[in-house]
C-alpha cells in the first residue's frame, strides 16, 4: 500500500478506536482494559489476512467499508 493510503487507513483506524474508547467489552486478558485502536488493527489484518500496511491499494475501498462497519458492529 502506498504511504498516501496506509496514512488514511491508520486515521480511520484512530477514529474509530476514538469512537470505541469504554465501550469494548471487558476481557480477563486485559485487566487494565482494552486498546480500541489495537483492537481495530487487529480485526482488520483478522478479516484480510495481513497487516493493513502490506494490503495492496486494490483493497482500500474494501478496508475502509469493513472499518465503518466495526463502528456499527462492536457498539
Known amino acids: 500500500m502506498n504511504d498516501h493510503n496506509k496514512k488514511y487507513i491508520w486515521k480511520l483506524i484512530q477514529l474509530t478506536g476514538d469512537f470505541l474508547v ?10 487494565n482494559g482494552r486498546n480500541p485502536y489495537a483492537h481495530v488493527a487487529l480485526k482488520v489484518k483478522t478479516k484480510f489476512g495481513s497487516s493493513y500496511k502490506d494490503l495492496p491499494d486494490e483493497k482500500i475501498n474494501d478496508i475502509v467499508r469493513y472499518i465503518k462497519s466495526i463502528q456499527k458492529i462492536e457498539v
Not at 469504554?22 to 485487566?31: A, G, I, S, T, Y
Open 22 to 31: 469504554n465501550k469494548l467489552p471487558d476481557h480477563p486478558h486485559h485487566p
